[in-house]
Protein backbone atom coordinates (compact mmCIF):
# COMPACT_ATOMS: atom_id res chain seq x y z
CA UNK A 1 0.00 0.00 0.00
CA UNK A 2 1.10 3.27 -0.80
CA UNK A 3 1.46 6.28 2.10
CA UNK A 4 -2.21 7.70 0.98
CA UNK A 5 -3.77 4.21 0.53
CA UNK A 6 -2.86 4.02 4.32
CA UNK A 7 -4.90 7.12 4.65
CA UNK A 8 -7.21 7.28 8.08
CA UNK A 9 -10.13 9.44 7.78
CA UNK A 10 -11.60 10.79 11.22
CA UNK A 11 -14.93 12.23 11.36
CA UNK A 12 -15.19 14.46 14.73
CA UNK A 13 -12.30 16.29 16.75
CA UNK A 14 -13.68 15.56 20.24
CA UNK A 15 -11.41 13.59 22.35
CA UNK A 16 -11.95 10.37 20.78
CA UNK A 17 -11.60 11.25 17.69
CA UNK A 18 -8.30 13.41 18.27
CA UNK A 19 -6.91 10.54 20.11
CA UNK A 20 -7.32 8.39 17.63
CA UNK A 21 -5.13 10.81 15.24
CA UNK A 22 -2.52 10.63 17.66
CA UNK A 23 -2.38 7.14 18.17
CA UNK A 24 -2.22 7.12 14.48
CA UNK A 25 -0.09 9.71 13.62
CA UNK A 26 2.55 8.60 15.97
CA UNK A 27 2.97 5.49 13.90
CA UNK A 28 3.44 7.16 10.63
CA UNK A 29 0.11 6.36 9.28
CA UNK A 30 -1.38 9.63 7.34
CA UNK A 31 -4.91 11.08 9.08
CA UNK A 32 -7.34 13.66 7.91
CA UNK A 33 -9.53 14.15 10.85
CA UNK A 34 -12.54 16.85 9.77
CA UNK A 35 -14.67 18.10 12.74
CA UNK A 36 -17.66 20.79 11.87
CA UNK A 37 -17.15 23.11 14.85
CA UNK A 38 -14.77 26.63 14.15
CA UNK A 39 -12.65 25.09 16.81
CA UNK A 40 -12.25 22.56 19.30
CA UNK A 41 -15.27 22.17 21.75
CA UNK A 42 -15.29 24.59 24.88
CA UNK A 43 -18.52 21.82 26.10
CA UNK A 44 -17.16 21.21 30.19
CA UNK A 45 -18.91 17.39 29.53
CA UNK A 46 -16.59 14.95 30.91
CA UNK A 47 -14.09 15.15 34.18
CA UNK A 48 -13.25 12.16 35.74
CA UNK A 49 -10.84 10.01 34.36
CA UNK A 50 -10.72 6.34 35.43
CA UNK A 51 -7.56 4.38 36.81
CA UNK A 52 -8.16 1.79 33.46
CA UNK A 53 -8.00 5.06 31.68
CA UNK A 54 -5.08 6.79 32.80
CA UNK A 55 -3.48 3.37 32.13
CA UNK A 56 -3.70 3.72 28.25
CA UNK A 57 -2.52 7.40 28.12
CA UNK A 58 0.22 6.78 30.60
CA UNK A 59 2.72 6.05 27.58
CA UNK A 60 2.29 9.55 25.98
CA UNK A 61 2.50 11.07 29.09
CA UNK A 62 -1.27 12.30 28.43
CA UNK A 63 -1.77 10.64 31.97
CA UNK A 64 0.61 12.89 34.10
CA UNK A 65 -0.26 16.09 31.84
CA UNK A 66 -4.13 15.35 32.98
CA UNK A 67 -2.94 14.73 36.54
CA UNK A 68 -0.88 18.06 36.15
CA UNK A 69 -3.97 20.54 34.80
CA UNK A 70 -6.69 18.46 36.87
CA UNK A 71 -7.45 17.14 40.11
CA UNK A 72 -6.13 13.77 41.71
CA UNK A 73 -9.06 11.98 43.65
CA UNK A 74 -8.39 9.10 45.20
CA UNK A 75 -11.53 9.03 47.04
CA UNK A 76 -15.35 8.93 46.37
CA UNK A 77 -18.43 9.10 48.56
CA UNK A 78 -22.11 7.81 48.75
CA UNK A 79 -24.39 10.24 50.73
CA UNK A 80 -27.80 10.04 52.17
CA UNK A 81 -29.86 13.64 51.42
CA UNK A 82 -32.65 13.15 53.57
CA UNK A 83 -30.26 11.91 56.48
CA UNK A 84 -27.70 13.70 56.04
CA UNK A 85 -24.83 11.27 56.79
CA UNK A 86 -22.11 10.20 54.95
CA UNK A 87 -23.28 5.91 53.69
CA UNK A 88 -20.41 4.58 52.43
CA UNK A 89 -16.96 6.05 51.11
CA UNK A 90 -14.63 4.15 48.71
CA UNK A 91 -10.48 4.68 48.63
CA UNK A 92 -9.27 3.54 45.24
CA UNK A 93 -5.68 2.74 47.13
CA UNK A 94 -7.54 -0.68 47.64
CA UNK A 95 -6.40 -1.44 43.83
CA UNK A 96 -2.59 -0.45 44.65
CA UNK A 97 -1.79 -4.03 43.12
CA UNK A 98 -4.26 -3.35 40.60
CA UNK A 99 -2.75 -0.67 38.67
CA UNK A 100 -0.31 2.27 38.87
CA UNK A 101 -3.00 4.56 38.98
CA UNK A 102 -5.18 4.24 42.05
CA UNK A 103 -7.02 7.46 42.01
CA UNK A 104 -9.00 9.13 39.49
CA UNK A 105 -7.84 12.35 37.65
CA UNK A 106 -10.67 14.89 37.56
CA UNK A 107 -9.67 16.95 33.97
CA UNK A 108 -12.17 18.68 32.26
CA UNK A 109 -12.40 17.03 28.82
CA UNK A 110 -11.53 20.03 26.61
CA UNK A 111 -8.22 20.04 28.63
CA UNK A 112 -7.80 16.42 27.59
CA UNK A 113 -8.77 17.62 23.99
CA UNK A 114 -5.92 20.71 24.15
CA UNK A 115 -3.69 17.86 25.10
CA UNK A 116 -4.05 15.89 22.94
CA UNK A 117 -3.70 18.60 19.92
CA UNK A 118 -0.85 20.09 20.95
CA UNK A 119 0.41 16.63 20.47
CA UNK A 120 -1.07 16.46 16.95
CA UNK A 121 0.94 19.80 16.14
CA UNK A 122 4.39 17.80 16.39
CA UNK A 123 2.76 15.40 13.75
CA UNK A 124 3.24 16.29 9.73
CA UNK A 125 1.50 13.40 8.56
CA UNK A 126 -1.86 14.35 10.52
CA UNK A 127 -4.15 17.38 9.27
CA UNK A 128 -6.70 18.28 11.62
CA UNK A 129 -9.66 19.98 9.82
CA UNK A 130 -11.71 22.23 11.86
CA UNK A 131 -14.97 23.85 10.51
CA UNK A 132 -15.48 20.81 8.09
CA UNK A 133 -18.85 19.23 8.07
CA UNK A 134 -18.96 15.24 6.52
CA UNK A 135 -21.87 14.38 4.80
CA UNK A 136 -21.76 11.41 3.04
CA UNK A 137 -19.93 8.50 2.97
CA UNK A 138 -19.59 5.15 0.65
CA UNK A 139 -17.80 2.33 0.47
CA UNK A 140 -15.71 0.84 -2.78
CA UNK A 141 -12.94 -1.66 -2.81
CA UNK A 142 -10.70 -1.34 -0.96
CA UNK A 143 -11.50 2.24 0.06
CA UNK A 144 -13.98 4.47 1.43
CA UNK A 145 -15.07 7.55 0.36
CA UNK A 146 -16.62 10.99 2.40
CA UNK A 147 -18.18 13.81 1.30
CA UNK A 148 -16.64 17.12 3.49
CA UNK A 149 -18.31 20.73 3.36
CA UNK A 150 -16.77 23.67 4.67
CA UNK A 151 -16.97 27.30 3.79
CA UNK A 152 -15.54 27.20 0.62
CA UNK A 153 -18.34 24.31 -0.69
CA UNK A 154 -18.27 20.60 -1.24
CA UNK A 155 -14.80 17.64 -1.76
CA UNK A 156 -14.17 14.39 -1.56
CA UNK A 157 -11.49 12.74 0.46
CA UNK A 158 -10.58 9.15 0.21
CA UNK A 159 -8.80 6.64 2.65
CA UNK A 160 -8.39 3.58 3.62
CA UNK A 161 -11.07 3.42 6.58
CA UNK A 162 -12.93 5.93 7.98
CA UNK A 163 -13.37 6.57 11.80
CA UNK A 164 -16.96 7.50 12.97
CA UNK A 165 -15.94 9.87 16.59
CA UNK A 166 -18.49 12.35 15.53
CA UNK A 167 -20.54 11.90 18.65
CA UNK A 168 -23.99 11.19 19.52
CA UNK A 169 -25.50 12.03 16.84
CA UNK A 170 -23.16 10.71 14.87
CA UNK A 171 -23.61 11.51 10.30
CA UNK A 172 -21.31 8.35 9.68
CA UNK A 173 -23.61 5.92 12.00
CA UNK A 174 -26.52 7.11 10.02
CA UNK A 175 -24.81 6.73 6.74
CA UNK A 176 -24.30 3.29 7.80
CA UNK A 177 -27.73 2.92 8.58
CA UNK A 178 -26.58 1.61 11.54
CA UNK A 179 -29.49 1.02 14.32
CA UNK A 180 -28.61 2.98 17.71
CA UNK A 181 -30.39 0.54 20.17
CA UNK A 182 -31.46 1.62 23.20
CA UNK A 183 -33.55 4.14 25.23
CA UNK A 184 -33.84 8.05 26.07
CA UNK A 185 -34.47 9.25 29.93
CA UNK A 186 -37.33 10.97 30.09
CA UNK A 187 -35.94 13.40 32.73
CA UNK A 188 -32.94 15.14 31.82
CA UNK A 189 -30.25 16.04 33.61
CA UNK A 190 -29.05 19.53 34.57
CA UNK A 191 -25.10 20.78 35.66
CA UNK A 192 -25.24 23.91 38.05
CA UNK A 193 -21.58 24.73 38.40
CA UNK A 194 -20.24 26.95 42.03
CA UNK A 195 -17.14 28.25 43.24
CA UNK A 196 -18.71 27.16 46.82
CA UNK A 197 -16.16 24.92 48.15
CA UNK A 198 -18.17 21.60 49.45
CA UNK A 199 -14.83 20.67 50.67
CA UNK A 200 -14.12 23.47 53.12
CA UNK A 201 -17.82 24.08 54.04
CA UNK A 202 -19.30 20.76 54.15
CA UNK A 203 -16.51 18.12 54.33
CA UNK A 204 -17.47 16.55 50.91
CA UNK A 205 -14.25 14.83 48.64
CA UNK A 206 -14.21 15.81 45.08
CA UNK A 207 -16.16 13.14 44.29
CA UNK A 208 -19.70 12.76 45.90
CA UNK A 209 -23.30 11.10 45.19
CA UNK A 210 -26.08 11.72 47.31
CA UNK A 211 -28.99 9.15 46.71
CA UNK A 212 -32.53 10.62 47.46
CA UNK A 213 -36.53 9.84 47.13
CA UNK A 214 -36.90 9.43 43.53
CA UNK A 215 -33.70 12.00 43.16
CA UNK A 216 -30.22 12.03 43.54
CA UNK A 217 -27.08 14.63 42.93
CA UNK A 218 -23.42 14.16 41.40
CA UNK A 219 -21.29 16.69 42.81
CA UNK A 220 -17.72 16.77 42.22
CA UNK A 221 -14.67 19.04 42.14
CA UNK A 222 -12.93 20.35 38.60
CA UNK A 223 -9.64 22.52 38.67
CA UNK A 224 -10.94 24.79 36.02
CA UNK A 225 -8.68 28.09 36.07
CA UNK A 226 -6.71 27.22 38.59
CA UNK A 227 -7.33 27.02 42.46
CA UNK A 228 -9.34 27.22 44.05
CA UNK A 229 -11.61 25.55 41.35
CA UNK A 230 -15.11 24.56 41.12
CA UNK A 231 -18.01 22.24 41.74
CA UNK A 232 -20.24 20.86 39.01
CA UNK A 233 -23.53 19.65 40.45
CA UNK A 234 -25.61 17.49 38.38
CA UNK A 235 -29.69 16.36 39.02
CA UNK A 236 -32.21 14.83 37.36
CA UNK A 237 -34.92 17.36 35.90
CA UNK A 238 -38.55 17.06 35.99
CA UNK A 239 -39.87 16.58 32.07
CA UNK A 240 -42.56 18.56 32.57
CA UNK A 241 -40.35 21.93 33.54
CA UNK A 242 -39.53 23.71 30.36
CA UNK A 243 -35.82 24.70 29.61
CA UNK A 244 -36.40 28.36 30.74
CA UNK A 245 -37.98 27.33 33.87
CA UNK A 246 -35.06 24.67 34.90
CA UNK A 247 -32.47 27.48 33.79
CA UNK A 248 -34.15 30.56 35.72
CA UNK A 249 -32.35 32.17 38.87
CA UNK A 250 -35.35 30.97 41.28
CA UNK A 251 -35.61 27.08 40.39
CA UNK A 252 -31.74 26.72 39.81
CA UNK A 253 -31.43 28.56 43.90
CA UNK A 254 -33.97 25.91 44.63
CA UNK A 255 -32.30 22.74 43.34
CA UNK A 256 -29.30 23.80 45.08
CA UNK A 257 -31.00 24.57 48.77
CA UNK A 258 -32.94 21.55 48.12
CA UNK A 259 -29.93 18.98 48.71
CA UNK A 260 -27.46 21.65 49.90
CA UNK A 261 -29.31 23.99 52.42
CA UNK A 262 -27.08 27.23 52.98
CA UNK A 263 -28.32 30.99 54.09
CA UNK A 264 -27.08 32.79 51.57
CA UNK A 265 -28.03 31.87 47.74
CA UNK A 266 -25.14 30.14 45.67
CA UNK A 267 -22.82 31.69 42.91
CA UNK A 268 -23.61 29.84 39.62
CA UNK A 269 -21.32 30.22 36.88
CA UNK A 270 -22.32 27.67 34.87
CA UNK A 271 -25.74 26.03 33.84
CA UNK A 272 -25.73 24.10 31.05
CA UNK A 273 -29.11 20.96 30.19
CA UNK A 274 -28.33 17.68 28.84
CA UNK A 275 -30.95 15.05 26.89
CA UNK A 276 -29.47 11.60 28.08
CA UNK A 277 -29.71 8.31 26.54
CA UNK A 278 -28.98 4.98 26.69
CA UNK A 279 -27.72 3.67 23.46
CA UNK A 280 -25.27 1.42 21.92
CA UNK A 281 -24.75 0.93 18.13
CA UNK A 282 -25.54 -2.71 16.73
CA UNK A 283 -22.39 -2.98 15.05
CA UNK A 284 -19.23 -0.85 15.68
CA UNK A 285 -17.68 -1.99 12.13
CA UNK A 286 -19.21 -2.02 8.66
CA UNK A 287 -16.73 -2.96 6.26
CA UNK A 288 -14.20 0.06 6.18
CA UNK A 289 -16.15 2.21 8.80
CA UNK A 290 -15.58 2.06 12.42
CA UNK A 291 -17.14 3.86 15.31
CA UNK A 292 -15.53 4.78 18.43
CA UNK A 293 -16.94 6.87 21.21
CA UNK A 294 -20.11 8.35 21.57
CA UNK A 295 -20.85 7.81 17.83
CA UNK A 296 -21.01 3.93 19.25
CA UNK A 297 -22.23 4.01 22.37
CA UNK A 298 -24.20 6.88 25.11
CA UNK A 299 -25.06 6.54 28.62
CA UNK A 300 -25.58 8.59 31.89
CA UNK A 301 -22.82 10.14 33.41
CA UNK A 302 -23.22 8.92 36.70
CA UNK A 303 -20.03 7.53 37.39
CA UNK A 304 -18.66 8.95 34.49
CA UNK A 305 -18.09 6.60 32.02
CA UNK A 306 -18.61 7.82 28.78
CA UNK A 307 -15.61 9.41 27.47
CA UNK A 308 -13.35 6.77 29.48
CA UNK A 309 -15.32 4.16 26.90
CA UNK A 310 -14.52 6.40 23.98
CA UNK A 311 -10.67 6.68 25.04
CA UNK A 312 -10.85 2.90 25.45
CA UNK A 313 -12.46 2.19 21.93
CA UNK A 314 -9.70 5.01 20.49
CA UNK A 315 -6.77 2.51 21.95
CA UNK A 316 -8.07 -0.98 20.98
CA UNK A 317 -8.99 0.74 17.63
CA UNK A 318 -5.93 2.55 16.58
CA UNK A 319 -3.62 -0.54 17.79
CA UNK A 320 -5.72 -2.79 15.47
CA UNK A 321 -5.83 -0.24 12.97
CA UNK A 322 -1.86 0.00 12.67
CA UNK A 323 -1.70 -3.43 12.69
CA UNK A 324 -3.56 -4.13 9.74
CA UNK A 325 -2.03 -1.28 7.97
CA UNK A 326 1.41 -1.69 8.98
CA UNK A 327 2.22 -5.49 9.59
CA UNK A 328 -0.01 -6.87 7.15
CA UNK A 329 -2.12 -8.15 10.21
CA UNK A 330 -5.77 -9.85 9.14
CA UNK A 331 -8.78 -7.17 8.57
CA UNK A 332 -10.92 -9.66 11.13
CA UNK A 333 -8.78 -7.78 13.56
CA UNK A 334 -11.38 -5.33 12.92
CA UNK A 335 -14.06 -7.70 14.19
CA UNK A 336 -12.35 -8.50 17.66
CA UNK A 337 -12.64 -4.36 18.06
CA UNK A 338 -16.78 -4.70 17.74
CA UNK A 339 -16.90 -7.69 19.50
CA UNK A 340 -14.65 -6.46 22.52
CA UNK A 341 -15.55 -3.32 22.80
CA UNK A 342 -19.83 -4.00 21.73
CA UNK A 343 -19.50 -6.03 24.85
CA UNK A 344 -18.33 -4.00 27.28
CA UNK A 345 -19.95 -1.09 26.14
CA UNK A 346 -23.52 -3.60 26.88
CA UNK A 347 -22.18 -5.55 29.50
CA UNK A 348 -20.55 -3.09 31.65
CA UNK A 349 -21.41 0.29 30.91
CA UNK A 350 -24.74 0.16 30.22
CA UNK A 351 -25.82 -1.82 32.61
CA UNK A 352 -23.28 -0.06 35.64
CA UNK A 353 -24.73 2.86 34.38
CA UNK A 354 -28.58 1.92 34.79
CA UNK A 355 -27.77 0.90 38.29
CA UNK A 356 -25.77 3.33 39.12
CA UNK A 357 -29.17 6.00 39.00
CA UNK A 358 -31.18 3.35 39.90
CA UNK A 359 -29.56 2.99 43.32
CA UNK A 360 -29.60 6.89 43.69
CA UNK A 361 -33.27 7.30 43.04
CA UNK A 362 -34.67 4.30 44.83
CA UNK A 363 -38.36 6.27 45.68
CA UNK A 364 -39.59 2.62 48.21
CA UNK A 365 -38.15 2.94 51.56
CA UNK A 366 -37.41 -0.64 51.25
CA UNK A 367 -35.62 -0.50 48.62
CA UNK A 368 -33.31 2.63 49.79
CA UNK A 369 -32.65 1.04 52.83
CA UNK A 370 -31.26 -2.32 50.84
CA UNK A 371 -29.12 -0.03 48.35
CA UNK A 372 -27.92 1.65 51.26
CA UNK A 373 -27.24 -1.20 53.68
CA UNK A 374 -25.58 -2.92 50.49
CA UNK A 375 -23.51 0.05 50.01
CA UNK A 376 -22.26 0.34 53.31
CA UNK A 377 -21.38 -3.03 54.19
CA UNK A 378 -19.43 -3.30 50.65
CA UNK A 379 -17.39 -0.73 51.97
CA UNK A 380 -16.77 -2.23 55.23
CA UNK A 381 -15.55 -5.28 53.60
CA UNK A 382 -11.67 -4.66 51.96
CA UNK A 383 -12.28 -7.56 49.52
CA UNK A 384 -15.71 -6.47 48.65
CA UNK A 385 -14.55 -2.84 48.86
CA UNK A 386 -11.62 -3.97 46.25
CA UNK A 387 -14.44 -5.96 43.73
CA UNK A 388 -16.91 -2.91 43.77
CA UNK A 389 -13.68 -0.58 42.98
CA UNK A 390 -12.76 -2.86 40.34
CA UNK A 391 -16.19 -2.57 38.26
CA UNK A 392 -15.98 1.56 39.24
CA UNK A 393 -13.04 1.99 37.59
CA UNK A 394 -13.20 -0.09 34.83
CA UNK A 395 -10.35 -2.39 35.04
CA UNK A 396 -12.72 -5.03 35.16
CA UNK A 397 -14.48 -4.34 32.29
CA UNK A 398 -10.98 -4.16 30.53
CA UNK A 399 -9.63 -7.24 31.77
CA UNK A 400 -13.05 -8.70 30.13
CA UNK A 401 -11.96 -7.48 26.37
CA UNK A 402 -8.40 -8.38 26.94
CA UNK A 403 -9.82 -12.06 27.67
CA UNK A 404 -11.69 -12.23 24.26
CA UNK A 405 -9.49 -13.46 20.90
CA UNK A 406 -9.53 -13.72 17.29
CA UNK A 407 -11.35 -17.41 18.07
CA UNK A 408 -14.41 -15.72 19.24
CA UNK A 409 -14.82 -13.56 16.41
C1 LIG B 1 -22.99 16.30 32.07
C2 LIG B 1 -22.07 15.28 31.50
C3 LIG B 1 -21.01 14.84 32.26
C4 LIG B 1 -20.15 13.85 31.77
N1 LIG B 1 -19.14 13.41 32.56
C5 LIG B 1 -18.35 12.42 32.13
C6 LIG B 1 -17.27 11.96 32.95
O1 LIG B 1 -17.02 12.48 34.05
N2 LIG B 1 -16.48 10.96 32.46
C7 LIG B 1 -16.72 10.38 31.23
O2 LIG B 1 -16.01 9.45 30.86
N3 LIG B 1 -17.71 10.83 30.42
C8 LIG B 1 -18.53 11.83 30.83
N4 LIG B 1 -19.49 12.32 30.00
C9 LIG B 1 -19.61 11.81 28.62
C10 LIG B 1 -18.64 12.53 27.65
O3 LIG B 1 -18.88 13.91 27.66
C11 LIG B 1 -18.78 11.96 26.23
O4 LIG B 1 -18.72 10.55 26.32
C12 LIG B 1 -17.65 12.49 25.31
O5 LIG B 1 -17.88 13.82 24.94
C13 LIG B 1 -17.54 11.65 24.05
O6 LIG B 1 -16.47 12.13 23.26
P1 LIG B 1 -16.48 11.93 21.68
O7 LIG B 1 -15.18 12.48 21.19
O8 LIG B 1 -16.86 10.52 21.36
O9 LIG B 1 -17.71 12.79 21.17
P2 LIG B 1 -17.93 14.37 21.20
O10 LIG B 1 -17.21 14.98 22.35
O11 LIG B 1 -19.40 14.59 21.09
O12 LIG B 1 -17.21 14.88 19.88
C14 LIG B 1 -17.76 14.63 18.59
C15 LIG B 1 -17.29 15.72 17.67
O13 LIG B 1 -17.75 15.42 16.33
C16 LIG B 1 -18.27 16.62 15.75
N5 LIG B 1 -19.21 16.26 14.68
C17 LIG B 1 -20.50 15.86 14.78
N6 LIG B 1 -21.01 15.62 13.59
C18 LIG B 1 -20.05 15.89 12.67
C19 LIG B 1 -19.99 15.83 11.25
N7 LIG B 1 -21.03 15.45 10.51
N8 LIG B 1 -18.81 16.19 10.65
C20 LIG B 1 -17.74 16.55 11.38
N9 LIG B 1 -17.75 16.64 12.74
C21 LIG B 1 -18.89 16.29 13.36
C22 LIG B 1 -18.92 17.33 16.92
O14 LIG B 1 -19.16 18.69 16.69
C23 LIG B 1 -17.88 17.08 18.01
O15 LIG B 1 -16.87 18.06 18.01
C24 LIG B 1 -20.37 13.31 30.46
C25 LIG B 1 -21.41 13.79 29.68
C26 LIG B 1 -22.26 14.76 30.18
C27 LIG B 1 -23.39 15.25 29.33
Redesign the pocket.
Known amino acids: MSGDGKRVLI????????LCAWLLGRRGIPVAL????DQ??A?P??????PA?LELLADDGLASDMARVGLVAPIFQFWDRPSGKLVAQFDHALLKNDTRFPYVVQCE?FKTAKLILDHLHTLSNVEVNFG????GVVQCGDAVTVR?RDARGETKRTGAYLIG????????RKECAIEFEGFTWPER?V?LTTPYDFDAERGYCYRSYFADIGAWCNC?KVSADGPPGLWRT?YPVDPAQSDDEVMSDESVQARMQSFFPAPQPYEIVHR?L?V?HQRVAARFRQGRVLL????AH??N?IG????????QDAANLSGKLAQVLLDGAPERLLDLYDRQRRTVAVEFVQQQSIANKQRLEARDSQARKHNLDELRATAADPEKARQFLLRTSMIASQRRADAMTLEEV
Open positions: AGGGPVGLFDDNPQDRAATTHTQHTLTVADGGRSAVFVFVNYTAGDAVNPGMGLNGGI
